[in-house]
């Protein structure tokens, strides 16, 4: 399939399908993290199921930001006093004491990525540290072959900054870019000069990160089809690696700091498909392989030749080449996953510092994947990521049948075929050009814990 033919846009299926559901970023999804299961029975669990001989991925969540970007929704804490980012540290790094206890083992960390917030919050010599401290308690590579990545924004990143993170071990970066457009930067609180980021990306190509990262928003205020292409064709010319075209949802009512952006002032919803189409076919135009949902990589990438060769991976990181990694997670209110278990850390930077100072850990709600879980979850992740299915294979690991275990699901799947959104044929499922956009909705239909023929206000939408 060439890279033109690998998505195409219907707008009739768009309509019809376009209901809210999951990421799946995991499954069962953070919406079931809510079992009962008390913290000591989670970390009991994952350490038992944990496969010791398996390399690691480790997240380390640094909530802080200077400023306040009114459309998101990331769990942060906005102080311009950098003094408040010391204590975090100091109970971070009790917290990772007691992880590297419980999983660091002979496993070698092939992934490691620093989200937040904004991590180059914290300064030159606290990010020093706090690499020094990863390595202490977890075996780091030192061969520059593993994905060390970090998210940047280019207001917070110095010259000496980068520099830094290369020196620390970091290969790739993600910058937060969303809109190049002054008006739209305006409205959602975050003016960033198109100088600006392409003076982190010169630096980072000197310096010799081997990836590069731009995240883009659609659907923020006075985004119009016209504006949002002059900003793909200015994000185009620099030429990242890889793009993320997210959507906007707009939710006031869950996310304080999104009241201050006027509905009024949000594109329609047909102007928004607007721009999501146009931008789809720029970056196809522009040589880019449509990964899956929201991200965009060049043919080269990690990300497409993994895809390509059916190897590609989906986890709370988002994409990824690891599928063999444990997923251990640090901070506040970060996911790790741990053989047959997910768990989460307290959501408030208050609750999560005391159980750390209490109990080494802040683990607060999870789930332990069963039977079912692990089938299901297998099933979804082929489909999200690879865009096909090979029944046989799923027989073979789980030792069913696909079809009669499957029954219920088969009139949704045949309703998918009957649509175009799918091939079906006694061997596999095939998802179409047209279905890849919607594949959320696709996996939907093997989610245990959405009701048949529902959609769940819990999730934003797909498109």
């Known amino acids: 399939m060439t890279q033109q033919s ?43 199921s944990a496969d010791v001989n398996a390399p690691l991925s480790l997240y380390v969540h640094i909530p802080f930001c200077a400023h306040v970007c009114y459309y998101c929704a990331c769990n942060k804490v906005i102080t311009r006093n950098r003094k408040k980012a010391q204590p975090y540290l100091d109970t971070l790094y009790q917290e990772m004491d007691q992880l590297s206890q419980w999983y660091r083992g002979d496993r070698t960390v092939n992934q490691l990525h620093w989200g937040g917030g904004t991590p180059t919050f914290i300064s030159d010599e606290q990010m020093r540290e706090l690499m020094a401290a990863l390595r202490r308690n977890f075996n780091l590579r030192d061969d520059d072959l593993g994905d060390y990545s970090i998210e940047i924004d280019p207001r917070e990143a110095g010259h000496d900054t980068l520099g830094v993170l ?24 975050r003016v960033q000069p198109t100088e600006q980021t392409r003076a982190v990306l010169d630096r980072s190509r000197e310096l010799g990160f081997k990836s590069i990262n731009m995240d883009l928003i659609y ?20 030429s990242p690696d890889r793009l993320s075209v997210f959507n906007y949802a707009h939710l006031p009512d869950r996310f304080r700091s999104q009241k201050h ?20 076919n720029r970056l196809l135009d522009a040589g880019y392989v449509y990964i899956g949902m929201d991200h965009f990589a060049k043919p080269d990438d990690e990300l497409a030749i993994a895809q390509q060769s059916g190897k590609l991976h989906r986890n709370f990181q988002g994409y990824t080449t690891h599928a063999d990694c444990d997923l251990v997670a640090m901070g506040v209110s970060a996911i790790s996953q741990i053989g047959n278990v997910y768990y989460q850390n307290e959501h408030d930077i208050s609750a999560y510092s005391q159980a750390v100072l209490q109990q080494q850990h802040a683990v607060k709600r999870g789930v332990e994947l069963n039977f079912d879980d692990h089938i299901r979850r297998a099933v979804i992740t082929e489909l999200i990521c690879q865009f096909k299915l090979d029944k046989k294979a799923v027989e073979q690991r789980f030792d069913i049948d696909f079809d009669q275990y499957f029954a219920d699901e088969q009139e949704e799947l045949l309703q998918f075929n009957s649509d175009g959104l799918v091939h079906l044929s006694p061997t596999g499922i095939e998802v179409t050009p047209a279905g890849r956009l919607l594949i959320r909705r696709i996996c939907m239909a093997f989610d245990a814990y959405i009701p048949k023929k529902q959609h769940s206000q819990n999730f934003s939408r797909i498109i």
Do not use: C
Request: net charge negative; glycine share 6%.
């Open 166 to 189: 290369r020196e620390i071990g970091f290969n790739r970066i993600s910058l937060g870019v969303q809109d190049v457009n002054l008006k739209v930067q305006e409205a959602v609180n």
């Open 261 to 280: 952006i006027r509905a009024e002032d949000l594109p329609s919803a047909e102007e928004k498909l607007a721009i999501l189409q146009n931008s789809i």
């Open 6 to 48: 690998n998505v195409s846009w219907d707008l009739d299926l768009i309509r019809r399908y376009d209901l809210a559901g999951p990421r799946y970023t995991s499954y069962p999804t953070a919406i079931q993290f809510d079992s009962g299961l008390t913290a000591d029975q989670l970390i009991a669990a994952g350490r038992e």
């Open 219 to 238: 659907g923020l205020p006075h985004q119009t089809e016209q504006s949002f292409e002059e900003t793909l064709d200015t994000v185009i010319a620099m």
